[in-house]
């Protein structure tokens, strides 16, 4: 879904949670804040992941425990696609990704080989395996994708790629800071590429309930204002 304000200044792909409901559950935040961010100045790509239905997670009816990275692999193929379509939609425009959880890790892994890429601005990223976010241990065995400090290696590489070509702004709650350190500790050489909001006392994750939606518009609203701001041709 395209929101094109007709007088854009920069270009946006956003790619919320995939929470169950469509867009009038939890996921509505999501299509409210592309026409305000298309209001201020954006052309926005809102993914609605539609191979199952709207809002609804790509791959969820695969058999995860066979190859679990599969349902990322999908909406990372999805995103290849219809990024690319995009991008020659908004020649001259700067183009930023928005993610969100599981979002925000496709953001990364297409960031990665899109080196034009202006920034990333992601909200608790999930940088722990797969396998760990469904709760499938396969009877306790270790994911081969985890490394000793609990990060998915798949999530620490894509950071490091991405992060030589372009900054990310992170957004969590107190409660999810530890596994963002431990990224910082991962990849010590890109630590400037990093901006790092931490909302005290709270847990972001998961971003479905009206008081953390709240506070993740408010900064993030916040920040691409900003964006808008800087960006060239605008009258702000």
């Known amino acids: 879904m395209v929101h094109d304000p007709g ?23 999501w299509t409210r804040m592309a026409r305000e961010l298309a209001e201020l100045g954006f052309v926005v790509l809102r993914f609605d992941y539609s191979r199952e239905r709207d809002g609804f997670v790509i791959g969820r009816g695969l ?5 679990p990275g599969l349902r990322v692999d999908l909406d990372l193929q999805l995103l290849r ?16 990704v928005v993610g969100s959880c599981f979002g925000a890790s496709t953001a990364v892994g297409w960031a990665r080989e899109q080196p034009d890429v202006a920034g990333m601005f992601l909200v608790v990223p999930w940088l722990r395996t797969l396998q760990e976010r469904l709760g499938e241990k396969d009877g306790g065995e ?6 000793p400090d609990g990060l998915s290696g798949r999530m620490v590489d894509a950071f490091d790629d991405a992060l030589t070509h372009m900054p990310a702004w992170i957004l969590v709650g107190e409660h999810e800071l530890p596994d963002v350190q431990a990224l910082r500790r991962a990849l010590p050489q890109r630590a400037q590429q990093f ?17 953390t939606q709240a506070v993740v518009r408010e900064h ?17």
């Open 220 to 236: 993030l609203m916040r920040r691409l204002e900003r964006v808008v701001a800087a960006a060239p041709g605008s009258a702000a």
């Open 142 to 147: 270790r994911d081969g994708d985890a490394r």
């Open 195 to 211: 901006d790092v909001v931490v909302v005290p006392g709270m847990a972001l994750y998961p971003p479905h309930y009206p008081d």
């Open 81 to 96: 696609e219809v990024g690319s379509w995009f991008w020659e939609r908004v020649p001259g425009l700067e183009l930023f």
């Open 7 to 29: 007088d854009a200044v920069a270009a946006l792909i956003l790619l919320h949670d995939r929470a169950r409901g469509g867009r009038a559950g939890p996921n509505s935040m």
């Open 63 to 67: 058999e995860s425990s066979a190859r």
